[in-house]
């Protein structure tokens, strides 16, 4: 594909960088066959639309799970390209739709890959008939792309205006294990300016919205892959998460989205500022349909050994046995961080999942105590931008590129600090205290020690909000607490769907006086919309294991899941 000629370099203005890195995104739309119609007005609710445009077997393809559709592009009961075609016009319906939602420059798509995506898919097929056996365990299955994670030949601007024109030589390293497993990367989805918003919205692109409604976001970083997944665009995607940007958008979309600990999937080829930074790692990890789909990304990248070629990542193979050998597992309950307080629907998913739970008496449920979750929240603000958030001011000022509100608001806030060498190492050592005083906190909750000191009948898994609310309306994502305090100790996280906004379970305004001025910024939002104001919104929480335990978190949502029957309503 040709680089980007329109750029700050070619002595464009920033509105004109836009302009053109739109039109073309619009263009690869437009070469889909046969061609999408025009959709003239969006309803609340966009979700509907797909039905109305595509053809059933096209609605069929693309609302089935990974799980479902793997093995039948294994066999060849489907073929890879009738698949990647469905997933292509889907994807570019969502596009079409959250174009229309706000002032016509919304998204969740920076390009469509259709030549590419179909060429491979045809060589897939071929592979099928000519060998009988799949190319690999993703032989055919779609997969859409966060833009800053690099991919052959394409543009890789990070969300920064002044980076447009930059291009990938080679695929990523996550990609190329990926493809090697068979995928089809067939579109590359949005990020906000800086990377660095609970919401995704950037001078190039605009703003991404919500699916289920547009008045609301669909969170971020990763929001284009939440809101494409979200309307079934896609049913796998790749998320990058430092503060919260995987589980952000799965939790406003009502998908399921897996942070991983740091330093399992690769992260070369990705493009930031402040790449190479090592206070607060970011990791890739894939947003999905379905918890299996989860499951079989973090399996098939980590089966491939990536720590060979990258070699920074830690040797640990894929553990598929047993965590708990029939015990129950032991879950504690985090109502409230003791910090933002989060909305009635949140705290109504809750207790609704630890009903169920409790009922059903396979689970043992106890409460949690957040230990100074204001402190992590210090302690990792301090460190997202160790050079004062210089690199970025620098990124915008080459282009004469505005800030956006939420970039101000995290690159401007009051622990922001330019360390020195000395200073970034006692911010380090303040982390790491506090890193052993959570761990000694959770190993607290055990209820017996062996002979060698070894504990015995801890908590397993941490069950709490993903975020302080259900999406959240447009530039209001302020408070990142509930996600960054497990980037900050560097846990594996999981977040699933378990309901929506249904504005009669809200008849009575709830009392509440705000402890603080986030709290009071997050309680007034509720208190001025109401239910009414986030109908429809997907309503998910968050479940949280021990460093390097990720196989077992994810088993342990799988019981969750079998045993309280969750999420309790249809999303489509």
């Not at 089809?184 to 660095?196: A, G, I, K």
């Not at 303040?430 to 060698?452: E, F, I, L, V």
């Not at 801890?458 to 999406?471: E, F, K, Q, R």
Request: aromatic share 8%; net charge negative; glycine share 8%.
């Amino acid at each position: 594909m040709p680089p980007a000629t329109v750029t700050i370099a070619s002595g464009s203005t920033w509105q004109e960088v836009a302009a053109d890195r739109q039109a073309y995104r619009d263009a690869s739309i437009a070469r889909l066959t046969p061609s999408l119609p025009d959709i003239p007005s969006i309803p609340l609710n966009a979700i509907p639309l797909a039905k109305q445009i595509l053809t059933a077997a096209e609605v069929k393809i693309t609302e089935t799970t990974v799980e479902e559709l793997v093995p039948k592009l294994a066999t060849g009961e489907l073929k890879a390209t009738d698949v990647v075609k469905a997933f292509l016009r889907r994807a570019g319906v969502a596009q079409r739709a959250l174009a229309r939602a706000v002032d016509g420059q919304t998204n969740c798509v920076t390009e469509l890959l259709p030549e590419r995506a179909l060429q491979r898919a045809a060589f897939l097929d071929t592979y099928l008939s000519e060998h009988d056996k799949p190319l690999g365990p993703l032989h055919g299955l779609p997969i859409s792309v966060k833009e800053h994670l690099g991919m052959k030949d394409c543009d890789l601007n990070g969300g920064f205006v002044a980076w447009v024109g930059k291009v990938s030589k080679e695929d990523a390293h996550l990609l190329q294990i990926l493809w090697a497993a068979g995928a089809v990367f067939y579109v590359r989805t949005t990020q906000p300016q800086s990377l660095m918003h609970l919401e995704t919205s950037s001078n190039l692109y605009g703003v991404t919205t919500n699916p289920f409604n547009t008045t609301l976001t669909s969170g971020g970083s990763s929001g284009g892959e939440g809101a494409l997944i979200g309307f079934r665009g896609s049913i796998l995607g790749i998320g990058s998460d430092i503060g919260g940007s995987i589980r952000s958008p799965a939790a406003n979309n009502g998908v399921y989205g897996f942070k991983p600990t740091t330093m399992r999937v690769p992260n070369f080829g990705m493009v930031a500022t402040m790449f190479g930074s090592e206070q607060i790692l970011p990791t890739f990890g894939p947003l999905s349909t379905s918890l299996e789909g989860c499951k079989l990304f973090m399996k098939t990248v980590i089966d491939s050994k990536p720590w060979l070629k990258e070699p920074s990542l830690l040797p640990f193979p894929w553990k598929d046995d047993d965590a708990y050998r029939g015990r129950k597992p032991k879950i504690a309950v985090l109502w409230d961080d003791g910090v933002v307080k989060p909305h009635p629907p949140v705290t109504r998913a809750l207790r609704q999942v630890i009903e169920k739970l409790k009922a059903k008496d396979n689970v043992e449920i106890v409460e949690w105590i957040p230990y100074k979750h204001d402190e992590a929240w210090a302690i990792i603000a301090n460190l997202y931008f160790c050079d004062g958030g210089e690199e970025d001011f620098v990124v915008f000022r080459e282009a004469d590129e505005p800030e956006r509100p939420l970039t101000t608001h995290i690159l401007r806030n009051e622990h922001v600090q330019a360390h020195t060498i000395s200073s970034m190492w006692q911010a380090v050592q303040r982390r790491d205290a506090y890193r052993m005083a959570y761990a000694h906190h959770w190993n607290s909750t055990a209820t017996s020690t062996g002979p060698r000191g070894e504990l015995h009948g801890m908590v397993d898994a941490i069950l709490c909000p993903a975020v302080p609310g259900a999406a959240p309306k447009l530039d209001t994502s302020r408070w990142w607490g509930y996600t960054s305090q497990w980037n900050l100790l560097d846990l594996p996280a999981v977040v699933f769907p378990v309901d929506r906004v249904d504005p009669a379970q809200y008849s009575a305004a709830e009392k509440y006086t705000p402890r603080n001025e986030k709290d009071r910024y997050n309680w007034d939002l509720w208190e001025l919309h109401g239910a009414e104001g986030y109908r429809n919104a997907p309503v998910s929480l968050q479940l949280v294991g021990r460093r390097y335990e990720d196989e077992k978190l994810i088993q342990t949502l799988e019981i969750v899941k079998a045993e309280a029957g969750i999420p309790f309503v249809d999303y489509l």
